[in-house]
């Protein structure tokens, strides 16, 4: 502890998980050809005083198994548990797109299978979009229909407009790239193995939302428990 003190710019952290792949992909050469081109990209395209028209596309997922990042109280010698709660509705993915300037378009949710039977548009805005697919996750159609019906009418009517996004198959079809070459978007794929450092949304806002989600989760539960022991 006196060493930490000692040494303000250390904390102590949990090692994280990281594949050999990323690992190999996370170097200098490859990051300052990623950077080339996304400033070339700006400066071509004029977008350098307008953040409004530059855009970054993520997903995340969930399904309700995930441990809670917050510590809670109980008896020494005795196990702490949380509930799943999303079980029955399998996995769950979340698309986001967010511009430079802070303007969060519609979110697109895709659930596993089938829409839940229950109102589950209750408490979202009116112009999300709800999808399905065998595996909760995203596929090729998915990503093109919401790139047709959310990405395109909400950008704004000035262009050019650029987005960035994950490198994936699903994100590359020729139906997303005539789509964004008839709307004057210009399209950039991250470098593979990259998104854990090169991804705004994946590093600056995806992991604070889970983050809350988790928390507000744990205090909902909390609620009604407490409303079911009175």
Known sequence: RNFLK??????????????RCCNRMSNCHVMDQYFKL???EINTLELTDHPDRTFNCDKTGWN????LKIKV???KEKHAYQQSVLSSSGHITALMCVSADGRVLPTNIIFQKTLPHTSYKDGTPGNWLFSTSDTGYIDSDLFSTWFKEIFIPHCGS?????LVMDNH???VSLKVVMLAIENNIT???LPPH??????????????DYLRMMYIIKYHVKEIFRRDVDK
């Open 187 to 189: 399209l950039i794929g």
């Open 169 to 171: 198959d699903t994100h």
């Open 38 to 40: 996304l400033n070339n």
């Open 158 to 162: 000035k262009r050019p407009v650029l």
């Open 73 to 75: 109280l109980v008896v």
């Open 6 to 19: 000692i040494h303000s710019e250390l904390s102590e952290r949990v090692p994280e998980t990281q594949e």
């Open 64 to 67: 309700g198994k995930e441990k």
């Open 194 to 207: 990259t998104t854990h450092i090169l991804q705004p949304l994946d590093v600056s806002f995806i992991s």
